[in-house]
């Protein structure tokens, strides 16, 4: 039985690479699954895969181009089918770091969802070159919002490196805190109530 990618299609328009290299990674992964397929003729079948999931406008370019009854896609591979589409769409060295400059910009802190974030981020970071610590805590200063670095400043962590940033990070997420309270604030107890998280100044509750 031939493999398939269900019935999923990539709507590619130029700008999207990101998804291409996904179309392309999850071809190559549907063909290892089958085992019928020999191996030297995975990557061709993976290139046909890829192309056959394309949509959008490289859906009409090759439309456009089989019409004219010019030589057909190359997809021996998924590679030469991404470099046709590059040359295609006009893709340079310098709009793709653009591209990732703008993803990178857009990208935004989620509390729900922050192992998530932290992939693309170090995804992103990484193919710009931004590879040391300096450069990503700056990057990340602009992203975490105040309460994560109030949490930060009571890790008593000087020169935080961002992997140490994410860790703990994530495991404050892990525990439901998402920076809202700092680990000193949660160890405050109120002398007029009773209750942890504030101080006795600060309380709502009627004064003893």
């Known amino acids: 039985m031939a493999p398939s990618i269900d019935d999923q299609t990539i709507i590619f328009d130029g700008s999207n690479w990101d998804d291409l290299d996904r179309l392309s990674t999850r071809s190559f992964l549907t063909v290892a699954l089958d085992k019928s397929i020999e191996e030297k003729d995975k990557p061709e079948r993976a290139a046909v895969l890829m192309a056959l999931s394309l949509g959008g406008a490289a859906l009409d370019w090759y439309s456009a181009n ?8 190359n997809v ?3 590679q030469n089918l991404k470099n046709q589409l590059m040359i295609a769409f006009g893709w340079t060295e310098s709009l793709g770091k653009e591209m990732l400059r703008h993803q990178l910009a857009q990208l935004a802190w989620d509390p729900q969802d922050l192992p998530t974030f932290f992939a693309d981020f170090t995804r992103l970071t990484t193919a710009l070159g931004m590879l040391g610590d300096a450069s990503r805590m700056m990057m990340l200063r602009e992203k975490a919002p105040k309460a994560m670095w109030e949490t930060a ?3 008593g ?3 935080m490196t961002f992997s140490t940033f994410r860790e703990r990070a994530l495991a404050v997420a892990m525990m439901g805190g998402g920076g809202a309270k ?3 604030a949660k160890r405050v107890k109120c002398g007029n109530c009773g209750k942890r998280g504030h101080s006795a100044d600060k309380c709502r509750n009627p004064k003893k």
């Open 182 to 184: 700092t680990p000193a």
């Open 157 to 159: 962590i000087v020169d």
């Open 153 to 155: 400043a009571n890790w």
């Open 66 to 73: 089989a019409a004219k009854g010019q030589t057909a896609l």
């Open 76 to 78: 021996s591979t998924p």
